[in-house]
C-alpha cells in the first residue's frame, strides 16, 4: 500500500521558517512526480510547488515564489518543501501527494496526483 506520511509542521512567527518533509513508501518514488498542497482554514485546496522524477525540474505558485523551495532526496524516498519568510497567510494544512502517470511537464493540477499523505499543520502568527 502506497504511504505519504508529512512531517515538520509547526506553530512559528512569521518571517521564520520551516522544512516539511514528505516519506514515501509503497510505490516506486523515483518514477513519481511530487507535490505540495495546502488547505487554508475555511478555503480550498492549492497548489503550492511540484517537482519533477529526476528533480530536474520544479514548478512554484506565484504566492511562494522567491520563498519556497521544494527538493527530492530519492535515495531516502522522501520530498522537501523549505519555507522561509513564512507570512501569516502560509497558515495552512500542507499536504504532500505523488503523480505516478508519466508527463512531459510538471503538474500543478491535483487531480493528476494519485496519492495523498495526511497532512501536517502549519500556523504562522504575526
Known amino acids: 500500500q502506497v504511504q505519504l506520511v508529512e512531517s515538520g509542521g509547526g506553530l512559528v512567527q512569521a518571517g521564520g521558517s520551516l522544512r516539511l518533509s514528505c516519506a514515501a513508501s509503497g510505490l516506486t518514488f523515483s518514477r513519481c512526480a511530487m507535490g505540495w498542497f495546502r488547505q487554508p482554514p475555511g478555503k480550498e485546496r492549492e497548489f503550492v510547488a511540484a517537482i519533477s522524477w529526476t528533480g530536474g525540474s520544479t514548478v512554484y505558485a506565484d504566492s511562494v515564489k522567491g520563498r519556497f523551495t521544494i527538493s527530492r532526496d530519492n535515495a531516502k524516498n522522501t520530498v522537501y518543501l523549505q519555507m522561509n519568510s513564512l507570512k501569516p497567510e502560509d497558515t495552512a494544512v500542507y499536504y504532500c501527494?505523488?503523480?505516478?502517470?508519466?508527463?512531459?511537464?510538471?503538474?500543478?493540477?491535483?487531480?493528476?496526483?494519485?496519492?495523498w499523505g495526511q497532512g501536517t499543520q502549519v500556523t504562522v502568527s504575526s
Open positions: 501527494a505523488a503523480d505516478h502517470t508519466p508527463r512531459w511537464t510538471v503538474s500543478r493540477r491535483q487531480g493528476e496526483f494519485d496519492y
